[in-house]
Nanobody, 123 residues
Framework: VQLQAFGGGSVEPGGSLKLSCTGS????????MVWFRQVPGKEREGVLC????????YYADSAKGRFTISRDNDKNTVYLQMNNLKAEDTAVYYC?????????????????WGKGTQVTVSS
């Protein structure tokens, strides 16, 4: 399974971005999918997860009320909608597929990773 993340870029504070993560070589619908982010010098942080039955779970408190996760199983794609972006959201964002159908935010429990996409929030 290969995952590819799209949609990163540079935005001003208060702006929005929508990241996409598309899978190939296997169906994502049966698995929990997680967005992580990482800044230099810090550990990779779980942001938001969506389970196979569409339950979402936040791992980053700062994302609550601003980020949402969704999936389109027909397109084998998971999305991360990020609104009201802040400078502290600046990071490389990664999507990952878990080993099970439920949510877990630990990087150690991910089976497949996509390459990251840079998100920069700056005025």
């Amino acid at each position: 399974v290969q995952l590819q993340a799209f949609g990163g870029g540079s935005v001003e504070p208060g702006g929005s971005l929508k990241l996409s993560c598309t899978g190939s070589g296997g169906l994502l619908r049966y698995y929990g999918m997680v967005w992580f982010r990482q800044v230099p010098g810090k550990e990779r942080e779980g942001v938001l997860c969506i389970s196979s039955d569409l339950e979402s779970r936040y791992y980053a408190d700062s994302a609550k009320g601003r980020f949402t996760i969704s999936r389109d199983n027909d397109k084998n794609t998971v999305y991360l909608q990020m609104n009201n972006l802040k400078a502290e959201d600046t990071a490389v964002y990664y999507c990952a597929r878990g080993r099970n159908d439920f949510c877990t935010g630990s990087p150690m429990h991910m089976h497949y990773w996509g390459k990251g996409t840079q998100v920069t929030v700056s005025s």
